[in-house]
Structures are given as C-alpha cells and as structure tokens.
Nanobody, 124 residues
Framework: QAPLVESGGGLVQAGDSLRLSCAASGRTFSSYAAGWFRQAPGKEREFVAAISRSGVNTYYADSMKGRFTISRDNAKNTVYLQMNSLKPEDTAVYYC?????????????????WGQGTQVIVSS
C-alpha cells in the first residue's frame, strides 16, 4: 500500500475535457487493480471506472462509457482518468482507489486505500 495523490481537477465548461492523475509513492500500487469513484453534492459515492494491474482490462459504469477512459502507466506508478464531453452532472469530487481485488471491483469496500480526492466542477 502507498498513499495516493489525485490531481487535474478544476472548473470547466460543459463539453470540455479533463485528465485526472493518481500518483502513488510505492511499488505495491502497480501490483493491484485500481479504480475511480466520484461523489456529487447530496449524492452517494458511485463507481466510475476500474483497471486491472496490467492495464489490459478496464470496466466502466454505463453512464461513463464512451466519454471516460481509465488507463495506467505502471512505470510511473500512475493511473489516469480521461474525461471528455463533460456535463454539469459530472460535477463531483473524484477519488482514486488502490489495492483493488480485481478490475471488476465496483464497491468501495473492495479497495484498500484512497486518495484525498480532486474537485471537478462543470458549468453550463
């Protein structure tokens, strides 16, 4: 396990793109699946995407498919979330999670540790 640090959030307009990064400080991060979750104001935390430790297998929530892409660069101990065609309903705090059981780990309970989150705000 290693601490995670998310970056890349910000304030954008509808239709814009953002690329979030999740950087880990230790070697163990690349040995497990990783995921992205988000939590909007007044809503429960929801699954966004997950990726296997090799980066070969990826899974997305249905509402994210076609717009969001998860990837990882294990040489840099970093996971990314490319977000395109952003909508106001994408506004949320986005959290990176490490130590996942598999790339089909859709519950927060299936991850061992988390970053502090990065805020994404999409205006109309």
């Amino acid at each position: 396990q290693a601490p995670l640090v998310e970056s890349g959030g910000g304030l954008v307009q509808a239709g814009d793109s953002l690329r979030l990064s999740c950087a880990a400080s230790g070697r163990t991060f690349s040995s497990y699946a990783a995921g992205w979750f988000r939590q909007a104001p007044g809503k429960e935390r929801e699954f966004v995407a997950a990726i296997s430790r090799s980066g070969v297998n990826t899974y997305y929530a249905d509402s994210m498919k076609g717009r969001f892409t998860i990837s990882r660069d294990n040489a840099k101990n970093t996971v990314y979330l490319q977000m395109n065609s952003l909508k106001p309903e994408d506004t949320a705090v986005y959290y990176c999670a490490g130590g996942g059981r598999s790339s089909k780990a859709f519950s927060p309970l299936e991850y061992a540790y988390w970053g502090q989150g990065t805020q994404v705000i999409v205006s109309s």
